[in-house]
């Protein structure tokens, strides 16, 4: 049960941050928080506790398993998230190289 309240309070203030923050840089970092969390969540759901890897059962082992699918799906999010990240972070430099700032309430009154 621990774990998943870990996951509920990475996410929390991964959305707090991109919620209220005004610096674009840590918007990018509160996504990343938020895929972390979402990572660690999925991650949890296919765990059992006391399980064996999946590659040690026999056709007629009935013991509980450890389920590889959800880790394939969070190593796949986190290739995603990487590249996702990458993109960010080159529009918050462009971003700043053409403007001179990562603040959102100065980049609408420069554009403005």
Not at 23 to 45: A, Q, S, T
Not at 47 to 61: A, E, S
């Amino acid at each position: 049960m621990l774990p998943y309240v870990f996951c509920i309070i990475l996410i929390g203030i991964g959305l707090y941050t991109v919620l209220t923050k005004k610096n674009l840089l840590k918007i990018v970092i509160g996504f990343c928080l938020i895929e972390y969390g979402v990572n660690l969540f999925i991650v949890m759901v296919g765990y059992r506790w006391n399980g064996l890897p999946p590659i040690m059962l026999t056709p007629d082992d009935k013991t509980l398993f450890v389920d590889p699918i959800p880790q394939a799906l969070v190593l796949t999010a986190i290739v995603i998230g990487l590249a996702t990240t990458a993109v960010l972070l080159a529009i918050v430099i462009r971003v700043y190289k053409r403007y001179g700032t990562l603040d959102l309430t100065e980049l609408k009154r420069l554009k403005g």
